[in-house]
Every structure is written in C-alpha cells, then in structure tokens.
C-alpha cells in the first residue's frame, strides 16, 4: 500500500515541444475541471514557466502536485494524503490517459 509520502508519478511522452505541450495542458484544464467537479471541493493552480503548481481539496484532504514539461515529455507528481493514497494507483492511471489525450499527435 502506498504511504501518504510516497507521491504518484506519472510520465507521459509527447514529441510536441514545450510550447505546444504547455498550450494543450493549459487550455485542458477547464475541462479537466469539469470532469473532477464532483469529486473535487476546490482547486488552485499557477504557472512558473513550464511548471503548473497545483492544490486541490477532496473528502476534506488536501491533494498537492505539479506537472514538469519538458520537451518529450511531460511529469506529473501527485501528493496525495490519507485515504487517497490507497487508491492512487487509479488515480495515476486516470491521470496518463487524460495527459495522453491532450498530449497525443500535432492538431492544427
């Protein structure tokens, strides 16, 4: 089982660039807000260059992470407490396949 210290990292290649990745993730994240709506009390976030700080509230724990792009690739850690840890490997499983949908081949 893992600890409420152990974070979940998850990486998910692209060949889009930084720039593009950033784009697609920022743009991405109101519906990705939507999606967590139910589950999620609130969420904050901020950008420092090609690194998004995030803050979420769920079941009354606090989730913190950060996603890391990079030219190939794109990090997401997840700091998740308690009760969430337990499930954390559904949650980094849900996390690549949203990613990858954002991330996959070049849109015009």
């Not at 337990?86 to 996390?95: D, E, N, P, S």
Request: hydrophobic letters at 40%; proline letters at 3%.
């Amino acid at each position: 089982m893992m600890s409420a210290r152990e974070p979940v990292t998850v990486t998910i290649s692209h060949r889009l660039g930084r720039d593009e990745a950033k784009r697609r993730i920022d743009s991405g994240l109101d519906t990705i807000r939507t999606e967590i709506a139910a589950y999620i009390k609130s969420m904050e976030y901020s950008w420092d260059g090609y690194r998004l700080d995030f803050r979420a509230s769920a079941m009354m724990q606090t989730i913190t992470g950060r996603i890391d792009i990079h030219d190939e690739f794109v990090r997401v850690e997840l700091g998740l407490p308690g009760l969430l840890a337990m499930i954390g490997k559904k949650i980094a499983g849900r996390i690549e396949r949203t990613a990858a949908t954002l991330l996959e081949g070049p849109k015009g």
